[in-house]
């Protein structure tokens, strides 16, 4: 006579199941409702980082009389240009080389 599966094995199995059917229903359930992936898991730690980097940049930059310093020790320890941009125009207001002058737009 061939045993079964004992009563104890076959709830604590149903109770897996239960809780595995309810994870990947609750993941279903935030990717539909908010567009969450396995992308912004890994994108989110980058945006925290250019956040934090730009709050700092800006605060240096208002409170620093050398702009050109603060663009050149940033551009310097992050390995980046910055800019700053008018929000109506869209075009660089500041940088480093152009401090005074207005931007101008690319060639096309």
Do not use: C
């Amino acid at each position: 006579m061939k045993r079964g599966w004992s009563l104890q094995r076959k709830i604590i199995l149903l109770g897996l199941l239960h809780w595995l059917l309810g994870g990947a229903g609750l993941i279903g359930y935030v990717r539909l409702r908010y567009g969450l992936g396995p992308n912004a898991l890994l994108v989110a730690p980058s945006q925290d980082r250019i956040a934090r980097v730009i709050t700092e940049f800006q605060q240096d930059l208002e409170n620093a009389s050398d702009q050109a310093a603060v663009f050149t020790v940033y551009r310097l320890r992050y390995g980046a240009d910055f800019f700053v941009v008018a929000p109506r125009t869209g075009r660089a207001a500041l940088t480093v080389a152009n401090r005074a002058a207005p931007a101008r737009s690319p060639r096309r």
